[in-house]
Structure formats: C-alpha cells, structure tokens
C-alpha cells in the first residue's frame, strides 16, 4: 500500500513535465466578430475561455492533467468556432457555423455542463438566452 502511494506521486510530479501551451495571445484580433456590447458581455463570460483566442486561466489549469482537459476543450471549441478569427470565415464557414450557434443555444447545449459547474458565473439566464437568439438570427454568411 505504501509503495503504491510512492509510485502514485512519482506519477503525478512526473506527468507534470508534459505542458501544453497556453490559449493566450497578446495582440487585439482584427478579425474578431463585432457584436451588440450586452451580447459581447454573454460571450466573454460563457463562450469566450473556449471559443476565441484569450482563455482565462486559474491557478489549478496549470497542473496536469487538468491542463491536458483543459487544452483539448480549448482546441475543440475553436476548432467549432473561434470568435476571434471570425471575419476571415469563408461563407460556407459562415453559414455552417451560424446553423450551429443557433442549435447549441436553443438545445442549451452550450456551455458545457462541466464547465457550469465550476464556472456558475457563466450560466446564461433565459432573457440572455433570448438576446443570443435575436443575435444570432442577425448574423450574415456575407
Ligand atoms: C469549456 C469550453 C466551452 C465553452 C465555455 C463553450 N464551448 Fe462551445 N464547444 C466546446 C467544445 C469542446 C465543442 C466541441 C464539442 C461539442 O460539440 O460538444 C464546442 C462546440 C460548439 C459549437 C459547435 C456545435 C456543433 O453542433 O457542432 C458551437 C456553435 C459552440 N460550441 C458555441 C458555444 C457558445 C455560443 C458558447 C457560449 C454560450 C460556448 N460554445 C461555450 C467547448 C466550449
């Protein structure tokens, strides 16, 4: 019992070595998507840590594996959708992306339950729901 909580250490403090990089540039994007500011407001604090490319992180993200969970939502959130390079969407893109927003917001699919729980501030009320809804049908695949 003792050797296994030796080696469950070792284990830990090794795997710690593996750091994925950072969600986090430095410059303002160009390509960001403009949007009304009570609905920039819903992004920033429910979509903007997965779906752009500024996460907000806590101390706890960076040890591992919680950074290795947190690395691989970031990635496959903005591989869905990245806010911040939303101008240089092809229409396709556009279009597509914009049948997903409508659908994720609708079902409440987004955000991601786990992300919920250990972020309530993010939880979007039915009124904020609405505004993103109304948003989101003003959106243009031009
Ligand atoms: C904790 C990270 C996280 C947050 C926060 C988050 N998403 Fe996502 N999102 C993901 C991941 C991971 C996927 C891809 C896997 C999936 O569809 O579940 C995704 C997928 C999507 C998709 C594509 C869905 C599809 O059907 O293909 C859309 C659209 C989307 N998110 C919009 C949003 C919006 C809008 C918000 C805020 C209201 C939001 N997301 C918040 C991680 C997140």
Not at 39 to 58: G, M, P, R, V, W
Not at 102 to 127: C, F, N, Q, W
């Amino acid at each position: 019992m003792k050797k296994f909580f030796i080696y469950l250490i070792l284990i830990v403090l090794l795997i710690q070595i593996i750091r994925p990089n950072k969600n986090r540039s430095e410059t303002v994007s160009a390509t960001a998507i403009v949007a009304p500011e009570n609905i920039q407001i819903i992004l920033d604090k429910s979509c903007n840590d997965c779906h752009s490319n500024n996460t907000n992180y806590e101390w706890y993200h960076n040890i591992s594996p919680i950074s290795w969970i947190v690395s691989l939502h970031v990635k496959d959130g903005k591989d869905h959708v990245n806010f911040d390079i939303w101008t240089s969407y092809n229409k396709d893109q556009k279009k597509h992306i914009i049948k997903d927003l409508k659908k994720s917001i609708e079902t409440r699919e987004m955000p991601l339950v786990g992300y919920l729980r250990v972020h309530p501030e993010a939880v979007i009320s039915d009124e904020e729901n609405q505004e993103l809804l109304d948003w989101i049908a003003t959106l243009k695949s031009e």
